[in-house]
T-cell receptor, first 112, second 115 residues
């Protein structure tokens, strides 16, 4: 049982490049979310999904896209990377509302 | 939407002392309040949670209290140990409407326990 798996763990991008952060869970969880963590700002929600085919914006969605074609996978796409997107990104999943969220190991992204 | 505020942002205690972290929330419809611990370089992990129909919950040295009237909840750690040093996040979740299941996090408290 791997839990929530994020790849890559580290990434350096040049301004304007695009990339996809991968997130997969094997717990058959319906809820999946992407957060970014910046010093002093806590965990800010980028996008989330309550099931396959359903996504919604969170607190800081600009510059990011998501899709949820399967229950297991929830990739996060950076369309045109900017230095302001330098951050640590966490994917999380949970069984449903009011249940424990399990986090991936995080992706440290640097945009130069 | 929901707004969660967390205080203090940093907290230093001597080993063996107690530590208290407080959070307030704005939406009275919030009904689930988890606490996460994040060690340096690691992922956040749930340490305790409480639902709105319960006023207090304990798990060994950790306890959480909830005051629905005042819309605040607190984490209490007794007999602190150096391994309790970490960032602690509170969160609130609303169980209705378009925000069903969303977690709203506080900004975190850096707890340092000195030996």
């Amino acid at each position: 049982n791997a839990g929530v798996t994020q790849t890559p763990k580290f990434q350096v991008l040049k301004t304007g490049q695009s990339m996809t952060l991968q997130c997969a869970q094997d717990m058959n969880h319906e809820y999946m979310s992407w957060y970014r963590q910046d010093p002093g700002m806590g965990l800010r929600l980028i996008h989330y999904s309550v099931g396959a085919g359903i996504t919604d914006q969170g607190e800081v969605p600009n510059g990011y896209n998501v899709s949820r074609s399967t229950t297991e996978d929830f990739p996060l796409r950076l369309l045109s990377a900017a230095p302001s997107q330098t951050s640590v990104y966490f994917c999380a999943s949970s069984y449903g509302a009011g249940t424990e969220a399990f986090f991936g190991q995080g992706t440290r992204l640097t945009v130069v | 939407g929901e707004n969660v505020e967390q205080h203090p942002s940093t907290l230093s205690v001597q080993e063996g002392d107690s530590a208290v972290i407080k959070c307030t929330y704005s939406d009275s419809a919030s009904n689930y309040f988890p606490w996460y611990k994040q060690e340096l370089g690691k992922r956040p992990q749930l340490i305790i949670d409480i639902r709105s129909n319960v006023g207090e919950k304990k798990d060994q040295r950790i306890a959480v209290t909830l005051n629905k009237t005042a819309k605040h909840f607190s984490l209490h750690i007794t007999e602190t140990q150096p391994e309790d040093s970490a960032v602690y996040f509170c969160a609130a979740s609303i169980d209705r409407g378009s925000t069903l299941g969303r977690l709203y996090f506080g900004r975190g408290t850096q707890l340092t326990v000195w030996p």
